[in-house]
């Protein structure tokens, strides 16, 4: 079974930085997309940026400008690169790694804990 390695949260400041990196524990087949959500208490989860294996990404537009999704399709690890954060970024993160060809799959990370204070 493989598991998505997440790292990287943590507590930090508004208007501070932190990257978020997701790795899987084997390897396997190419992703189509890998991609972050996250999830603030009583609220749903939530696309926050994505990236195709041909390179193309997509943001919330609550992120855009200030987050950047960047994939290694080799590896299969995908990082988020969070700057200028707000408390309303607060939440847990969660990285996807989708396949939908041959062999498709659908993993998650256990998720990880970003918390930005005030």
């Known amino acids: 079974q493989v598991q998505l390695v997440e790292s990287g949260g943590g507590l930090v400041q508004a208007g501070g930085s932190l990257r978020l990196s997701c790795t899987p524990s084997r390897g396997m087949m190419i992703a189509n997309s890998m991609g972050w959500y996250r999830q603030a208490p009583g609220k749903e989860r939530e696309l926050v940026a994505v990236i195709a294996s041909g390179g193309s990404t997509n943001y919330a537009d609550s992120v855009k400008g200030r987050f950047t999704i960047s994939g290694d399709n080799a590896k299969n690890s995908v990082n988020l690169q969070m700057n200028s954060l707000k408390p309303e970024d607060t939440a847990v993160y969660y990285c996807?790694?989708?396949?939908?060809?041959?062999?498709?799959?659908?993993?998650w990370g256990q998720g990880t804990m970003v918390t930005v204070s005030s």
């Open positions: 996807n790694l989708k396949r939908t060809s041959f062999g498709p799959y659908d993993y």
